[in-house]
């Protein structure tokens, strides 16, 4: 119950050759030098795996990796260590106009861990700078779920390196930061896609539930905003503090509270939070799109909500505008009932509701 927001997101640099003396590495360090302070920036948390350390044998697991059921302790490290990245960057040399073996063996090991993450290639060879290589990865990576993204770094090693290691160049280090850049947009563009966005059934198909990161909040805000402006009309006031926040107050509040974002085919539709009090699990800015109102997401997400209070909490409560009669018919068929605060923001009414001693 500790964490506030999900989990930073988190990049998988895979160095492909396995070679004795390979540049792949000086090229890895190189793209994880020049892109630490924007990862800093950005939260983003950087593990790099060298397929020569990983001693993967040639596949040799009996089930097809879709299965999931990995018989050697290799699979399942290489299984962890790629489930844990929501995307990945692949350091890549060409071999013969095509991806290093090592890559193919590493990418069919596995199969749903790869999936719905996007994934960049920083590759280096002779005349096509590894291109060919990317090529022929993408259309293995694209059969695992994976999404290529545009960006990229190709690296002729006769212009870029020396002495086995990249020159300096203000604009190849661009390049690899615009990488980074566009990857972890995408990752959080197809997060929702994943299994482990959950995926709960609702009143409608196709919605995901996932705690807030950082990057959500501005969108958070513009729904909040949106969603408030009937609370005004129908308390006819504009003194109603989910109007006014800010995106700096909503980050600040932010550590206070668990936020939850309910996505639909992407796109942020619904959210509520919840923090403990004492014995009372509050739950506030309870929030649905205008064109998704009336179809009971409103109902299911103060469920879930509730659902996610800790096993110490005795009540739920929250507020609601004194004449918001929607909202209030909305939370009195859930079991709420108005009671009396000790303090209330203006134009607003407390509601709670006992929780149901389970077992
Ligand atoms: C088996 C092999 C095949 C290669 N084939 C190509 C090729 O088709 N195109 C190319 O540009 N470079 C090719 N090269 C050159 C590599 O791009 C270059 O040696 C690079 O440093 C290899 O990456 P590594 O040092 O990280 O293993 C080949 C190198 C090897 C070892």
Not at 9 to 32: E, K, Q
Not at 123 to 144: C, E, I, P
Not at 147 to 165: C, E, F, H, K, N
Not at 213 to 221: F, I, Q
Request: hydrophobic share 45%; proline share 5%; glycine share 8%.
């Amino acid at each position: 119950m500790s964490t506030t927001f999900r989990d930073p997101m988190r990049v998988l640099v895979i160095v492909a050759s396995t070679r004795p003396g390979r540049l792949g590495t000086a090229i890895a360090d190189w793209f994880v030098r020049v892109t630490k302070a924007d990862a800093e920036h950005g939260g983003i948390a950087v593990d790099v795996a060298h397929l020569a350390e990983l001693d993967l044998p040639l596949l040799d697991e009996p089930e097809h990796p879709s299965e999931g059921a990995y018989v050697h302790e290799h699979t399942r490290r290489w299984s962890q260590r790629v489930a844990a990245a929501d995307a990945f960057v692949m350091i890549t040399p060409e071999y013969n106009y095509g991806m290093p073996g090592s890559l193919k063996n590493a990418l069919d090991f596995l199969y749903h861990e790869w999936a719905w993450k996007p994934v960049a290639f920083v590759s280096y060879g002779n005349t096509s700078a590894g291109t060919r290589s990317v090529q022929m990865t993408k259309q293995v990576v694209t059969t695992l779920r994976m999404m290529p993204i545009g960006a990229t770094v190709a690296l002729r090693i006769a212009d870029s390196t020396s002495d086995g290691q990249v020159v300096e160049s203000m604009q190849i280090e661009e390049t690899a930061r615009g990488v980074l850049a566009e990857l972890t947009r995408v990752a959080d563009a197809m997060h929702p896609l994943r299994a482990d966005a959950e995926s709960v059934g609702g009143p409608i198909d196709g919605l995901t539930v996932d705690l807030a990161r950082p990057g959500d909040l501005a969108e958070v805000l513009v729904l909040q905003r949106c969603c408030w402006v009937e609370e005004a009309l129908a308390n006819d006031t504009l003194d109603l503090a989910p109007l006014h926040e800010t995106l700096d107050e909503l980050r600040e509040s932010s550590k206070q509270w668990r936020l939850w974002c309910v996505r639909r085919h992407g796109r942020l539709i619904a959210a509520v939070r919840a923090r403990a009090h004492g014995a009372t699990w509050m739950i506030g800015r309870l929030m649905v799109a205008p064109d998704y109102v009336g179809k009971g997401i409103g109902s299911w997400l103060l469920e879930y909500a509730e659902q996610m209070a800790p096993a110490e909490a005795t009540q739920f409560a929250l507020f609601t505008g004194q004449r918001s009669e929607r909202n209030i018919g909305l939370y009195e068929r859930a079991g709420y009932a108005l009671t009396s605060a000790e303090s209330m923001p203006p134009h607003s009414v407390y509601l709670t509701k006992q929780r149901a001693l389970v077992g």
